[in-house]
Nanobody, 124 residues
Framework: QVQLVESGGGLVQAGESLRLSCAAS????????MGWFRQAPGKERVFVAALTWSSGTTYYAGSVKGRFTISRDNAKNTVYLQMNSLKPEDTAVYYC?????????????????WGQGTQVTVSS
């Protein structure tokens, strides 16, 4: 049974940083493409960042590129999202996701496994 458990969300002021964690069980993250998505109130869930299993290539949404960094610790089977220079528009529920993708398809969609989400609120 696959479980993804996010943690690390909270309330911060604009300009501050947070690090989200996603602890995985039932999957070996080094063999899965791992992603982060977010959903703001009243909006659809959107892609934030991804880390491919094969080459370790990272992908970022334009709105977070240069501020957010996705990484993984294979020994801990955990994926992280380091978020710096946070802005009020980053406020959302952040979701971790995993994708079995041996063919190396798109890192932006097609995720089969999702966590329950963690709230990030950035005040101005």
């Amino acid at each position: 049974q696959v479980q993804l458990v996010e943690s690390g969300g909270g309330l911060v002021q604009a300009g501050e940083s947070l690090r989200l964690s996603c602890a995985a069980s039932g999957v070996i993250i080094s063999r899965y493409t791992m992603g982060w998505f977010r959903q703001a109130p009243g909006k659809e869930r959107v892609f934030v960042a991804a880390l491919t299993w094969s080459s370790g290539t990272t992908y970022y949404a334009g709105s977070v590129k240069g501020r957010f960094t996705i990484s993984r610790d294979n020994a801990k089977n955990t994926v992280y999202l380091q978020m710096n220079s946070l802005k009020p528009e980053d406020t959302a529920v952040y979701y971790c996701a995993a994708k079995w993708d041996p063919a190396g398809g798109s890192a932006y969609s097609g995720y089969a496994y999702w966590g329950q989400g963690t709230q990030v609120t950035v005040s101005s």
